[in-house]
DNA sequence: TGTATCTATGTCGTTTACGATATAAACTTG
DNA sequence: CAAGTTTATATCGTAAACGACATAGATACA
């Protein structure tokens, strides 16, 4: 094996990593008018399309760690734009409600992914370039993420 | 429009967000045993491939800017992979070089590329649509990366 | 030549990620 | 029912990312 593998355009990860980042990026302009963070605004779509759910499925649907979505939710919390409760069936767990101000945020960020699809329509990336990326980053992320749980079994 | 948009499973950027972190994670076990985190690992890729060129290059090769690149050479060179010198050329720049042990690390990490990949393999991710998609990508960052240059015109 | 501008790097503060660890509630099983 | 285990959440420490700002050297141009 030659050491061209070791070669940063000869891999797959980093153009993840870069596309990712660079995404993240794009989309501030529109996320600081609203003033979120892109995870920030990534729980704020799981809440606004469903209210009420535990800290534990928010975590599962994002694929992070209670570590990471704990402080996340803490600052969106202090922000205003939910409430968490405990649980009374089960006391570990913590019910994650939107706020009026929460709810009202959602009619601020409605126009946003119209608004990305126009920037990157404006790149020259189309519509079912987009949806076809969407298919297989799809079965990327099942693959890694049930590796992940084997991980966590053994 | 609907508010289909917000939801999660409609987005593009959740899922390169989510992909990007998952490989990441899955490196981590390969990275941990020659003792770097992924980016350290771009980092050190991209002096294997041209020793003793200046951060700016290097920052321009990952996409990054020098407040993050800065603190991760640091970093870098305490672990005594690498040397920072000061350009006589332009006393502005800094040279980045390998140490013997920087160049040493480059046999431990050869191995890992190709580990990776069956790993992909494993999980029914053929070299194929590696492939594809690293083209894919590389239009993206492309795309991407220039729009981020008009912002910094402006 | 002097002054304004640009460039390369760096520091600081905040927010993410995430491994390691802690804690309390729920469940399991002898 | 008691002891061990699992589950849901949280805290702490470290390393990235990155916006805002600082600084020194290089460049431009009046």
Redesign the pocket.
């Known amino acids: 094996m030659t050491d061209s593998q070791l070669k940063l355009k000869n891999q797959i990860c980093f153009p993840f990593?870069s596309v990712?980042?660079?995404i993240?990026?794009a989309y501030?302009p529109f996320l600081?008018k609203i003033g979120?963070?892109?995870?920030?605004?990534?729980?704020m779509m799981v809440l606004w399309e469903s209210d009420g759910i535990?800290?534990?499925?928010?975590?599962e649907k994002?694929?992070?760690?209670?570590?990471?979505?704990?402080?996340?939710?803490?600052?969106?919390e202090?922000m205003g734009l939910i409430n968490?409760i405990?649980?009374?069936?089960?006391?570990?767990?913590?019910?994650?409600t939107l706020t009026k101000k929460g709810k009202e945020l959602k009619e601020l960020a409605s126009p946003i992914p119209e608004q990305m699809l126009e920037g990157l329509a404006h790149e020259g990336i189309t519509v079912e370039e987009i949806s076809n990326l969407r298919n297989t980053l799809n079965n990327w992320i099942k693959a890694l993420s049930e590796n992940s749980s084997d991980n966590k079994i053994k």
């Open positions: 990593y990712s980042r660079l993240t990026k501030k600081s979120l963070t892109y995870p920030q605004y990534l729980v535990r800290i534990n499925e928010i975590k994002l694929f992070l760690d209670t570590n990471t979505v704990s402080p996340l939710l803490k600052r969106i202090s968490r405990r649980s009374n069936e089960d006391e570990r767990s913590v019910i994650v």
